[in-house]
């Protein structure tokens, strides 16, 4: 299909934000070698403010003013980091294609090389998460547990000065050239990520046909699968994004040869005293109804109530 419009992507202003954007960008490019394409910085209240993302409203205020651009007309496409998205869905959007996924885990970046269980009693730890923060008091290591807003650059320069280590997405720190930075990727055992993490979600307008057509090459199936089965346990449980929930699914063939989810979740009271942990598989097709499943097992176990005391 020939469009001679220019196609405008919109993303924040943040480095990581026009790292993610630019990779959309140059598969685009590699897609539809013969379409102008244009990036666009749009602001958003989640950068603008540096108060605790529960309080304004969780990881949806970095979204809402890219959504706002795209019904606008003044941009085409936006690009998110897809845990930032509300599960709820955006009335007049679609999430058009869904790269393959980077590695979903979290990395310790810690002092002098140190790991998890190398670190003294007492240690300080920064993140934001309350999914972090919950999962890491219930391994009960005596680490001290501190706040931190900021983006990557900004929590890595604590380190060895105001903290003793920060817990960062693998996929922001592989995007960003800081590898060397970690000190121990956290196995999902221990702390399990948050929903889509290391996932990215393209969205334009349900109307722009143009648009959704250009996009499809970048959509990787097994991702999209994965994503939507992580996605529609927080729904089940009517958790946000910011909520000590914890949520991976795996693409793994069967031994008869067909596709399956593999997705694990986990809830976890803020204070680390009590979690749930279960898995649930089934085929490819059924991602969200995998992921339903998986939560009205949670909440039988007790989950809503310590997502309740989290709150």
Do not use: W, Y
């Not at 304004?56 to 003044?74: C, D, K, M, N």
């Not at 998460?129 to 008091?137: E, G, I, M, V």
């Not at 069967?254 to 942990?277: C, H, M, N, P």
Request: glycine residues 10%; proline residues 5%; hydrophobic residues 45%.
């Amino acid at each position: 299909m020939m469009t001679t419009r220019t196609i405008r992507v919109g993303t924040r202003a943040s480095l990581l934000a026009r790292t993610q954007t630019q990779l959309v960008v140059d598969a685009f490019a590699g897609s539809n070698p013969d379409v102008p394409v244009e990036t666009i910085l749009v602001s958003t209240e989640g950068d603008r403010s540096t108060q605790p993302l529960e309080q304004i409203g969780g990881t949806g205020v970095f979204v809402s003013a890219l959504r706002e651009a795209l019904l606008a007309g003044e941009i085409d496409v936006a690009v998110h980091s897809f845990k930032d998205l509300p599960t709820a869905p955006a009335p007049g959007i679609v999430v058009a294609a869904v790269p393959s996924r980077e590695d979903p885990r979290d990395a310790l970046c810690a002092r002098d090389g140190l790991t998890l269980l190398e670190l003294p009693t007492g240690a300080r730890i920064g993140t934001g998460s309350p999914r972090r923060t919950a999962q890491l008091r219930a391994l009960d290591l005596g680490l001290e547990i501190v706040p931190i807003r900021g983006n990557v650059d900004t929590r890595l320069a604590k380190v060895g000065d105001q903290l003793d280590a920060v817990v960062l997405a693998v996929a922001g720190l592989h995007r960003l050239g800081r590898t060397e930075a970690i000190t121990e990727l956290l196995d999902p055992i221990q702390v399990l990520p948050a929903a889509a993490q290391g996932a990215l979600a393209i969205e334009c307008r349900e109307s722009d046909s143009d648009a959704r057509s250009l996009l499809a090459p970048l959509d990787d199936h097994a991702t999209r699968a994965a994503v939507a089965a992580e996605r529609s346990l927080l729904t089940a449980l009517e958790a946000g994004c910011t909520a000590p929930v914890g949520a991976l699914a795996e693409v793994t063939e069967g031994d008869d040869g067909v596709l399956e989810v593999f997705l694990r979740g986990s809830v976890t009271a803020i204070d680390g005293s009590d979690a749930v942990r279960l898995s649930a598989s089934g085929p490819l097709n059924n991602a969200e109804e995998i992921g339903q499943r998986l939560a009205a097992e949670l909440i039988d176990l007790g989950a809503n109530i310590m997502m309740g005391s989290s709150k």
